[in-house]
């Protein structure tokens, strides 16, 4: 699925979540139109297929081919700093791969997930506008952080933990 436009769209997960765009590359983002509770599955990740490294990617290992592709509106995810969601690929099932609550959310809120905690070197890093009090700035991916600055969003990859360990080993 490439990215939808405003006339063309029609909701992945209706009910659940919106896309709101804006005008501009990169702008649009997704908003939860329902409620859920810290540690709550907000959606499998059913739809998901390999892809390469790429801006609308998530990665989900240390392996060359460890991308793929939401394929759904789960792509308008953007990056926060003091994200409300993770999308945990952890399991090794990959139908039970999930994007979970990492604190309460309300209705109406944009859903953002700490992109480092998937993303060890970014396709395409950026200047981080999520205002956040510990915003980080530019977001290159978790190669660039420290493993303490990974643990304080709330949730890492556990192959990505690893491999800061190795790193800094
Ligand atoms: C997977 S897309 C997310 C959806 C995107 N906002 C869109 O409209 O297509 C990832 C891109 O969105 C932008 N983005 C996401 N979070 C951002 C943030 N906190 N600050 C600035 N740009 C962000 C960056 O350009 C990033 O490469």
Not at 5 to 18: A, K, R
Not at 89 to 108: E, T
Request: charged content about 20%.
């Amino acid at each position: 699925m490439g990215a939808a436009t405003p006339n063309t769209y029609v909701p992945t997960h209706p009910g659940s979540f919106l896309v709101e765009f804006v005008p501009g590359e990169y702008r649009s983002s997704l908003k939860s139109l329902k409620s859920f509770q810290a540690g709550e599955t907000l959606a499998l990740l059913t739809g998901i297929s390999k892809g390469v490294k790429a801006y609308s990617s998530v990665q989900c290992g240390n392996g060359p081919n460890d991308h793929i592709e939401l394929n759904s509106d789960l792509l308008y995810v953007n990056h926060s700093c003091e994200p409300n969601v993770a999308f945990d690929l952890s399991a090794s099932d990959r139908a039970k791969w999930h994007l979970k609550a990492l604190k309460k959310i309300d209705a109406g809120d944009h859903l953002t997930f700490f992109y480092p905690s998937t993303e060890w070197e970014m396709s395409q890093p950026f200047t981080c506008e999520c205002r956040a009090p510990t915003c980080l700035g530019t977001i290159q991916g978790a190669k660039y952080l420290s493993l303490q600055d990974l643990l304080a969003r709330g949730y890492v990859s556990p192959w990505i933990i690893e491999a800061k360990q190795s790193q800094s080993g």
